[in-house]
């Protein structure tokens, strides 16, 4: 997947390189401070990503889609007033390319012979604290329409769990969730507390743990397990069609196999892409490490997953960093003669299953001025000379200038 985007919300000159062409690689991550752009990106591609998949599915048609209804779309991101008399965005999908410019919007089919991944889409806002701190989101008016759908997946992935708990990376804690009363607790040694009641840290990352594990292992099933993952706007679309086709005196029985048959195929999720914003939030830097690797481990599932996410913390790019060196490492381990030793002394400062090689890693910087770079790596591992880093360094300085002035007294 390929976007350029110019003169939309505080994103002005963009990406400066390829052309403008920003790639989404299998991990892509978007640095920068506030109001730099980093959640407007990740907004517009997660829009054109369900665009592209609905017009695969064949919920509408191309001849459809004017820059009105685009608009129409964008305003469930709440960017539908970012749009300028100069925007400028371009999508490359695998079976779609998107134009938007001048006041018009075009849309065509790729010619290629990509053989396009039906995508499950879930986009984790930075607001999803509420999922845990309140225990009906959808009782509170005025919230970003994302996390209304993020709730909603949230009691879908808990009730997944059919009263049984699962294991935290974090705090060696557990989770459960009682169907009967809807109560969502936090389970510890000697404690149990409701998700409402505990700390904030958990508040943030335990919605965001359940979600992506229910949906990355309903999709990694062999099974249609992948079904379950269906909105209800989807799961009665196919029933109505179902409905149609088997009602259908005029076609054979061989007929109505195969017609239902593409049905599911239209139907089913094949990918997962995950889109994070700030997975640091509310915790300490170890947990912050737990959390990536989780995620990572999750992207990691199938080769076609996707995950992207934006960021405040120096931490995320570190411990990105380790997992990155840690694939190069397995990679070279397997001509070793102690394979097995080296392999486990990894396995205790990075998950096996969390080692991401370089070449499936990008990072972009945004900045106030609206440009977006890609930050620059030395052999695949993201560059200290960073947005986040220069910031800590900051720090030390400021430091340093109090030491001098002390030293005038």
């Known amino acids: 997947m390929q976007i350029k985007i110019k003169n939309f919300g505080p994103i002005k000159d963009g990406y400066q390189d390829n052309n403008g062409w920003l790639s989404l690689n299998k991990i892509t991550v978007f640095i920068g401070t506030q109001g730099s752009g980093k959640s407007t990106i990740t907004k517009l591609v997660a829009t054109l990503i369900w665009l592209e998949k609905a017009l695969v599915r064949g919920d509408f048609k191309e001849k459809d889609m004017t820059l009105s209804k685009f608009k129409k779309q964008c305003e469930y991101q709440n960017i539908d007033n970012y749009f300028k008399p100069d925007t400028q965005i371009s999508y490359k999908g695998k079976a779609y390319f998107f134009e938007c410019q001048s006041n018009n919007l075009s849309i065509a089919k790729q010619q290629n012979n990509h053989t396009y991944q039906m995508p499950k889409l879930m986009y984790v806002p930075a607001e999803r604290n509420f999922v845990g701190a309140v225990s009906n989101v959808r009782e509170l008016k005025g919230l970003p329409n994302t996390l209304y759908t993020f709730a909603d997946e949230f009691v879908n992935a808990a009730e997944s769990l059919k009263d049984k708990e699962i294991n935290l990376p974090i705090n060696e804690a557990r989770f459960s969730y009682q169907r009967l009363n809807k109560t969502a607790s936090i389970v510890g040694d000697g404690y149990k507390i409701k998700l409402s009641e ?157 080692c991401v090689m370089p070449e499936n890693v990008v990072v972009y910087e945004l900045t106030t001025d609206g440009t977006i770079k890609k930050l620059a790596d030395y052999e695949g591992i993201p560059s200290d000379n960073n947005f986040l880093n220069a910031h800590l360094a900051e720090g030390n300085e400021l430091f340093d200038q109090l030491l001098a002035i002390e030293e005038e007294l």
């Not at 269906?230 to 005029?250: A, G, P, V």
């Not at 048959?261 to 170890?286: C, D, G, W, Y």
């Not at 990536?292 to 599932?301: A, I, R, S």
């Not at 997953?305 to 694939?327: K, R």
């Open 198 to 354: 505990s700390s904030s840290g958990f508040q943030s990352f335990v919605p965001l743990f359940l979600v992506t594990h229910y949906l990355a292992m309903s999709i990694n099933e062999d099974t249609n397990a992948s079904v379950k993952t269906l909105s209800i706007e989807e799961d009665r679309r196919i029933k109505k069609e179902i409905q149609s086709i088997l009602s259908n005196n005029n076609l054979s029985d061989e007929i109505k196999k195969a017609t239902l048959e593409q049905l599911s195929a239209r139907f089913k999720k094949t990918r997962f892409i995950n889109i994070v914003e700030e997975p640091e939030q509310n915790l300490f830097p170890t947990s912050q490490r737990k959390v990536l690797n989780c995620l990572l481990t999750y992207v990691n599932k199938i080769a076609y997953n996707n995950l992207i996410i934006t960021t405040h913390s120096p931490y995320i790019i570190s411990y990105l960093s380790i997992a990155i060196q840690g694939a190069t490492l397995l990679k070279k381990l397997s001509s070793s003669s102690n394979h097995n030793i080296l392999k486990e002394q990894l396995r205790k400062i990075v998950p096996i299953e969390a």
